[in-house]
Structure formats: C-alpha cells, structure tokens
C-alpha cells in the first residue's frame, strides 16, 4: 500500500483558477475547495469607510485540499509554489498531513485504492 498524504494550500482567491490547471497538468484527479478566512504574519490591514478607520483582520482565502498517493508530494508542493507565489505577503501556506486511512463510501474500499481513480488502474 502506497502512502496517503493530505496537503492543505490556502492562498489568493484569485489563483484558483491557475492552481487547479496546475494540479490537472500533474495528474491530481481529485481537490476539495472551501472559501475561508484567514491572517497570518500580515495581522490584515487598515482600511477607510466613510470617513472611518478599521482594522480588516480577517481576508479572503482559498483552502484547496488534495489527497495523493501515486503523485508525489514534493511535485504537488512545487506546483503549488510555482502557481501562487506573488512575492508579496499573502500568498498563503501549504500544510502537509500523514492520512492513516481513506474508504471509498461506495465501495467500501480501504487504503490508497480508495482515493486511486480506477481509470487508471
């Protein structure tokens, strides 16, 4: 059985799009997306309405996660360095997670079959 691994890439809304064609280029066949919020090392920013100060804190992000077996990781972390660093802060954070176990609900299948796309088995 192949090692499972999860890995968690928050970064700029607006690199979704570039990320999920970088991801496809390297056969990862599966991604979750959730819009999220989020600060890191910046804290957010200050910003006038009407005259009035206030701190933006919390900003927009995307958090894709993907499960891999058969791709390396280190190409998915790569790709994903390459697609969404800007140079400025804010590009994001990539997290890499040991899985200990993936089910298929349909099939009930166990381990890395389970996230395997059988087209290609």
């Known amino acids: 059985m192949n090692p499972i691994t999860k890995i968690d890439i928050i970064t700029r809304p607006e690199k979704l799009e570039a990320l999920k064609e970088a991801m496809n280029k390297i056969n990862v066949t599966g991604m979750t997306v959730t819009q999220v919020y989020g600060c890191g090392l910046s804290k957010g920013h200050k910003e006038f309405y009407r005259g009035q100060e206030y701190s933006v804190n919390l900003l927009p992000k ?39 176990n993936a089910v298929r609900i349909r099939t009930g299948e166990e381990g890395d079959i389970a996230i395997i796309d059988p087209q290609n088995t």
């Open 62 to 100: 995307v958090k894709v996660e993907i499960v891999v077996c058969e791709v390396p990781v280190e190409r998915v972390i790569e790709a994903a360095k390459i697609t969404c660093r800007t140079g400025k802060m804010g590009d994001g954070k990539i997290f890499v997670y040991p899985v200990t």
